[in-house]
T-cell receptor, first 112, second 114 residues
């Protein structure tokens, strides 16, 4: 079945460092891909999405490109801030359906 | 703005009790979901509903049931709580009809079963 695999955390960076969180997926159709973020004490909220191959989703300085050839959707940010400390979830929405499959989450700590 | 509200942020119950977790959304969404979140396991789908009075089992429905009597409200029921149901529970909703819609989440209920 469809699945999402993301790098294990925690990831610890200093402020202004470059961030990459790897995400790969397995899907039989043409899923939409998402990154969600969960700040401490809160639920998940959508960070960005991409709906077809080569699409780039972006929001708040974060970017991710839908790579069908490598079945990847890696999250990147050029310069992280302390306020980016959170858990990040990669997810896919099954083609034609409404269920979402989530990765295990990657916790990011950013030090001042 | 979109709002999914879960009735309790923290809840402590005893083994064997019947537990109700409530979720309300104000976005007129057709789809609603219940997940549990455990460290290292991410989110696992318990049940979902795509219409009033409709429900479908997710990946881990055992020990749970749900109720959706009104479009805006989706309740999760632990019939006889057990310690292995101690977890964070997240409710979400999404719009039907467009397949790539994101889900909107509540802030979660941290449930402890003693």
């Amino acid at each position: 079945g469809n699945s999402v695999t993301q790098m294990e955390g925690p990831v610890t960076l200093s402020e202004e460092a470059f961030l990459t969180i790897n995400c790969t997926y397995t899907a039989t159709g043409y899923p939409s891909l998402f990154w969600y973020v969960q700040y401490p004490g809160e639920g998940l909220q959508l960070l960005l999405k991409a709906t077809k191959a080569d699409d780039k989703g972006s929001n708040k300085g974060f970017e991710a490109t839908y790579r069908k050839e490598t079945t990847s959707f890696h999250l990147e940010k050029g310069s992280v801030q302390v306020s980016d400390s959170a858990v990040y979830f990669c997810a896919l929405s099954e083609d034609g359906g409404f269920k979402t499959i989530f990765g295990a989450g990657t916790r990011l700590f950013v030090k001042a | 703005d979109v709002k999914v509200t879960q009735s309790s942020r923290y809840l402590v119950k005893r083994t064997g009790e019947k537990v109700f977790l409530e979720c309300v959304q104000d976005m007129d969404h057709e789809n609603m979901f219940w997940y549990r979140q455990d460290p290292g396991l991410g989110l696992r789908l318990i049940y979902f509903s795509y219409d009033v009075k409709m429900k479908e089992k997710g990946d881990i429905p055992e020990g749970y049931s749900v109720s959706r009597e009104k479009k805006e409200r989706f309740s999760l029921i632990l019939e006889s709580a057990s310690t292995n149901q101690t977890s964070m529970y997240l409710c979400a909703s999404s719009l039907a009809g467009v397949w790539n819609q994101p889900q909107h989440f509540g802030d979660g209920t941290r449930l402890s079963i003693l």
